[in-house]
């Protein structure tokens, strides 16, 4: 069980947010303004992104393992329910944050 979740945790944080910065083409720079700011909130955007997915997914994972291996009893149905919730919390925020984004790239303009 223990290898399984390292090579979840393996795939989630260090393969995922590599390939989502692999996709940009130029990196942004420290000291931005206009639309180098807007490039800079959209990297920081999609590394948050995808190590959210990445850890609701794992978090997910487990809650389902726990769900299975409850056998009926009610305080690990309801510890294994916490971890889904949580699950949907970090699908949630990770899309508040994707939208963030695109809100402050509106107001900016760009």
């Not at 989630?12 to 420290?30: G, K």
């Not at 009610?74 to 329910?81: E, G, H, P, Y």
């Amino acid at each position: 069980m223990k290898k399984i979740l390292s090579v979840f945790f393996l795939l989630t944080f260090l393969v995922l947010p590599a390939l989502a910065i692999a996709e940009t083409t130029t990196a942004p720079t420290i000291f931005a303004t206009g639309n180098d700011l807007i490039g800079i909130l959209d990297t920081v955007a999609n590394w948050a992104f995808a190590i959210l997915l990445g850890l609701a997914a794992v978090v997910l994972i487990v809650g389902g393992i726990q769900f299975i291996t409850a056998q009926g009893d009610s305080t690990k149905i309801a510890t294994a329910r916490q971890w889904l919730i949580w699950a949907l919390v970090g699908v949630g925020v990770g899309v508040a944050a994707k939208g963030l984004v695109a809100v402050i790239r509106s107001i900016l303009g760009g």
